[in-house]
């Protein structure tokens, strides 16, 4: 995965969130918040970290840690 598709990927939704966050509802901007954090983004970091070769795909699931995260910090932003 390029570099570049992955910031796209991981800050579009922010810009989404930040938006829904001052013209809807405090609790959806809450609730769209979490599934970026606990859903989303594991999964695209988990997708670039394959792409890597840093993991393997049955433990992208453990990116839902974000102590497991932190390993990989530094190969995911660059």
């Not at 606990?38 to 670039?48: A, E, F």
Request: proline content about 4%; overall charge positive; aromatic content about 22%.
């Amino acid at each position: 995965m390029n570099k570049y598709l992955y910031w796209i990927l991981i800050l579009t939704p922010v810009f989404f969130i930040l938006y829904m966050l001052f013209y809807v509802e405090l609790r959806y901007s809450i609730i769209l918040l979490l599934i970026y954090s606990l859903v989303y983004r594991p999964i695209v970091d988990g997708i670039r970290l394959i792409h890597l070769g840093l993991i393997d795909q049955k433990d992208i699931w453990k990116l839902i840690f974000p102590i497991y995260r932190w390993k990989f910090l530094r190969k995911l932003y660059s």
